[in-house]
């Protein structure tokens, strides 16, 4: 093993006497270095990029939220109170009355979802630092927060109090409708705030405080459309969704923040996992370079293979010389490759190089998975195309 070693590291660190065999082996060690500083680049930027998506859904999605299994609303009694607050894995909840409302704005109208909110809600969701003034609700005014998309459809302004912004809502019941007048709900607020969080959102919802909306949905007080829970740091979701479901049976559905945002956390990593697989092909493209070099170095070096094979070398040994040969370029290669990966994402991160607006930069994250991820892809790869070059070796290469 010693002896392969030796050999392998003299062949590796010294120059052949074939010029075109030295470039060709420049080439497949620096298409080792691109590919996986590239790799690792693109893995940390999409590492960036599903962080930067999520954190807009932890600024408004709780950690855990309970919604009704049928209908539109569950019943929260004064012993589910209680039950919440003496739980350990509880650190704060707020309750919701959620509803499908018809806004209207000088002859201006649009359909978003009005969010009756209790005075905990910032503490569950701290929503309040995507406000552009910095005026949040009031439990004892018709005040409402609206999203940065309601305000340009509506062309709607904060503290108007000349013309206000009407709300009209269903009104609960059952049964034929006979007078249209009487169908619905309608109100008056002052818009307070402008929230900003994402297109989808800026344009969905509209915040009122949970009187305003329990009046005019004419809710009595253990009505609820949804109930949102903030958890204590370092607890299982999985567990605290277990005792909180126990807690309201089959009459409700208790939601984690990975299962409220399922689809987008599915997507994310399918892009990951895509992009990974793309240049991983890329890299296996990049090492048939290295079979290249190896199989041309083996026939460079004919004459010294038959040397060492009479001076005793099996001819295991002398394969295993260009498979450690192939195995530690493509090892000390992606080394190499990893640290200048490294050393971008770094810069990227203290410099903001790049900048996807004016004030936002391109996000990144360093993490030991991508790493870890990219070391063992180069690896395993370059360990296969050493081995297959090295099989190239016969006997018959012996005898010539």
């Known amino acids: 093993m010693k002896f392969s070693v030796f050999i392998a590291k003299r062949y590796l660190f010294t120059k052949s006497s074939n010029n075109a065999i030295n470039i060709i082996t420049l080439i497949s060690a620096l298409s080792i270095v ?21 954190s807009f859904s932890s600024l408004f999605d709780p950690d ?56 905990n809600y910032l503490k569950v969701n701290p929503i309040d630092s995507t406000l552009l003034y910095g005026n949040w609700l009031s439990q004892d005014e018709p005040l409402a927060v609206i999203g940065f998309g309601i305000s340009r459809i509506l062309s709607l302004g904060v503290n108007n109090y000349t013309d ?48 305003y909306a329990q009046q005019l949905l004419n809710y009595p007080d253990t009505t609820l459309s949804a109930l949102e829970i903030r958890l204590n740091p ?106 200048i990966g490294a050393l971008v994402v770094a810069a990227q991160l203290l410099f903001e190089l790049k900048m996807i607006t004016p004030t936002l930069p391109y996000p990144m994250q360093f993490t030991i998975t991508n790493f870890l991820a990219v070391f063992l892809t180069i690896s395993i790869l370059g360990v296969l195309a050493s081995y297959l070059a090295s099989s190239t070796i016969r006997p018959k290469l012996l005898q010539d």
């Open 234 to 339: 370092g607890m299982d979701p999985i567990s605290a969704q277990q005792e909180i479901q126990s807690l309201f049976g089959d009459r409700a559905e208790v939601k984690t923040r990975f299962q409220l945002n399922d689809k987008l956390y599915k997507m994310l990593n399918a892009e990951n996992l895509a992009v990974y697989l793309i240049f991983t092909l890329v890299l296996i493209i990049a090492l048939f370079n290295l079979v290249g070099s190896i199989i041309m170095i083996i026939i460079d070096k004919k004459s010294n293979i038959k040397t060492m094979h009479s001076m005793g070398a099996s001819l295991k040994e002398i394969k295993k010389i260009f498979f450690l040969q192939g195995a530690m370029m493509t090892v000390f290669g992606g080394l190499l490759g990893l640290v």
């Open 34 to 54: 691109a590919g996986s500083a590239a790799l690792f680049i693109v893995l940390s930027g999409f590492s960036g990029l599903k962080d930067f998506s999520l």
């Open 164 to 211: 206000l912004l009407r709300v009209m809502v269903p009104r609960p019941g059952s049964g034929q409708i006979t007078d249209p007048t009487q169908a619905f709900n309608s109100s008056q607020l002052v818009v307070s705030d402008i929230f900003q969080i994402n297109e989808e959102l800026d344009q969905k919802y509209i915040f009122v405080n949970f009187n």
């Open 64 to 119: 855990i939220k309970v919604i009704p299994a049928k209908g539109k609303t569950i019943t929260f009694d004064e012993k589910t109170i209680e039950s919440l607050q003496n739980s350990v894995r509880v650190a704060d909840f707020t309750k919701i009355i959620e509803e499908r409302a018809f806004l209207e704005f000088r002859g201006k109208n649009h359909i978003a979802y009005i969010k009756g909110i209790d005075e």
